[in-house]
Nanobody, 122 residues
Framework: QLHLVESGGGSVQVGGSLRLSCAASGQTTSIYGMAWFRQAPGREREFVVGVSPGGRDIGWPDSVKGRFTVSRDTAKNTLYLEMNTLRPEDTAVYYC???????????????WGQGTQVTVSS
């Protein structure tokens, strides 16, 4: 089994920044791809970015391009999401996910974190 714990969420004002972390523990040798999703109130879950074992990333909705970056520390089994110039529409629960086989939007994500709330207010 794999356990994912997100942290770093919170409430910020428009234009602020947050750095989310996702720490994996347990059967970490099974990790292949890691990803961030988000779900805003009343909306479907949205794929933000996936990261390969080698650190390549794919995804990025147009709304976050140029503002969000992702990094993955394979040694620490941790995934990060740096979010800058935050907007009210970034308000959502952000989820970390792990796939044992892929890393793109349509990969089968086997493990999910509990989510961390990000609230951006004007």
């Amino acid at each position: 089994q794999l356990h994912l714990v997100e942290s770093g969420g919170g409430s910020v004002q428009v234009g602020g920044s947050l750095r989310l972390s996702c720490a994996a523990s347990g059967q970490t040798t099974s990790i292949y791809g890691m990803a961030w999703f988000r779900q805003a109130p009343g909306r479907e879950r949205e794929f933000v970015v996936g990261v390969s074992p080698g650190g390549r990333d794919i995804g990025w909705p147009d709304s976050v391009k140029g503002r969000f970056t992702v990094s993955r520390d394979t040694a620490k089994n941790t995934l990060y999401l740096e979010m800058n110039t935050l907007r009210p529409e970034d308000t959502a629960v952000y989820y970390c996910a792990v796939s044992v086989t892929g890393w793109g939007e349509f990969a089968n994500y086997n493990y999910w974190g509990q989510g961390t709330q990000v609230t951006v207010s004007s």
